[in-house]
C-alpha cells in the first residue's frame, strides 16, 4: 500500500508537468481551447503528488521509523519544492503565452 503513494506521487508529479508542456506545445494550434483544464488539472496532480508525500511520511511517523523519516525527509521536502515551482513556472508560462495570443 504504501510503495502505491510513491508510485501515485511519481506519475501526478508528471502529469504535473506534462499538461502545461502540452500547453506550451499547442500554442499556435486554434483548437488549444482546454488550456485552462489543463492548467487546473496541472496544478491539482501536483497538490495531490505533495500531499502523498505528506501522507509516506506521516506512515513513517506512526510506525516509529525514525532512521527512515531523518533518511527521507531532506529529500523529499527539497523534491516536493521542485515539483511546486516547476509546475507553477510551466502553467505560468501556458497563461502568459495565452493571453499573450489575444
Known amino acids: 500500500m504504501i510503495s502505491f503513494l510513491m508510485l501515485g506521487s511519481l506519475v501526478l508529479g508528471l502529469i504535473a508537468w506534462i499538461l502545461p508542456s502540452v500547453n506550451i506545445a499547442r500554442y ?3 483548437y488549444n481551447k482546454n488550456w485552462a483544464i ?3 488539472v496541472s496544478i491539482s496532480a501536483c497538490a495531490i503528488a505533495i500531499s502523498f508525500q ?3 511520511s506521516n506512515h513513517i511517523v506512526q510506525i516509529g521509523d525514525w532512521s527512515a523519516l531523518m533518511d527521507t525527509s531532506g ?6 519544492i521542485i515539483l511546486l515551482i516547476i509546475t507553477l513556472v510551466l502553467n505560468g508560462i501556458s497563461l502568459g503565452m ?3 495570443k489575444k
Do not use: G
Not at 75 to 80: F, V
Open 28 to 30: 499556435k494550434m486554434n
Open 98 to 100: 495565452h493571453y499573450a
Open 54 to 56: 505528506v501522507m509516506y
Open 75 to 80: 529529500t523529499s521536502t527539497l523534491l516536493s
Open 38 to 40: 489543463y492548467s487546473i
